[in-house]
């Protein structure tokens, strides 16, 4: 899936028709927030950006795409009207991985699309992969399987999962997960983390059975039980 974030209309419903129509699964966004939110639902494969936006600019969003150990990964290419050096240089130093001045063709954005693909996959076939029982999950590539069919977890519940991970055998507590996937700002309370944890079980089938809740202290994930 490939999201592209344009708020002129005719250009965006124009890229997402070619991308779908050459194979590409793409949806577009006029707003930052809707962006963010199909985020929340389902990571994407690589993400299209205009700089001048509404809300906040793409620059911006791409700052906070690198600045997530989740997304940092995560092609991008940029996508703008501004063929000014500076903020080619700019869009490059936050970690573009392409960056497109309109007017562009459509077919040289494809290609230039799937030249982007296949660059980061290649870069990602080396990328540390956890396996535990029927439990496979790949950071990078954001994707989790189950006894080798694919899992769909929303951000946060990815984000969880290669926390107790990453920290495989160890007992985290409530307040640790909260402040490394939902950060210190949040103020919400600890019992998110029980909901987003029952979601989480469920979706993964026989393999929830690998996270373990540790009464009074939190959640750890293991061999199965």
């Excluded at 500076?86 to 991985?97: E, P, S």
């Excluded at 069919?149 to 107790?164: A, G, H, N």
């Excluded at 979601?199 to 059975?209: F, N, S």
Aim: glycine letters at 8%; aromatic letters at 8%.
């Amino acid at each position: 899936m490939i999201y592209f974030v344009e708020d002129d209309n005719n250009i965006r419903e124009l890229v997402v028709y070619t991308l779908n129509s050459t194979g590409l699964e793409a949806t577009g966004f006029s707003t930052p927030d809707k962006f963010w939110e199909a985020m929340e639902a389902r990571l994407p494969s690589l993400v299209l950006l205009d700089i001048m936006l509404p809300q906040e600019d793409g620059l911006s969003i791409l700052r906070k795409i690198r600045s997530d150990k989740v997304t940092k990964k995560l092609p991008v290419i940029i996508l703008t009207a501004k063929a000014d050096e500076y903020d080619k240089v700019v869009g490059f130093d936050l970690g573009a991985d392409d960056y497109v001045p309109k007017p562009f063709g459509m077919m040289e954005l494809v290609a230039r699309i799937k030249a982007v693909l296949r660059r980061t996959e290649g870069a990602n076939e080396s990328e540390e992969v956890y396996e535990i029982g029927p439990l496979r999950v790949s950071p990078m590539k954001h994707k989790v399987k189950v006894n080798g069919e694919k899992v769909i977890l929303t951000l946060k519940e990815f984000e969880m999962l290669c926390l107790l991970l990453e920290n495989r055998g160890i007992v985290l507590s409530r307040d640790q997960i909260l402040n490394r996937v939902w950060g210190y700002s949040f103020d919400g309370e600890s019992r998110t983390v029980d909901v987003h944890i029952r979601t989480l079980r469920q979706k993964l089938g026989d393999a929830g059975e690998l996270i373990s809740t540790i009464r009074g202290v939190g959640y750890t994930i293991g061999e199965e039980q």
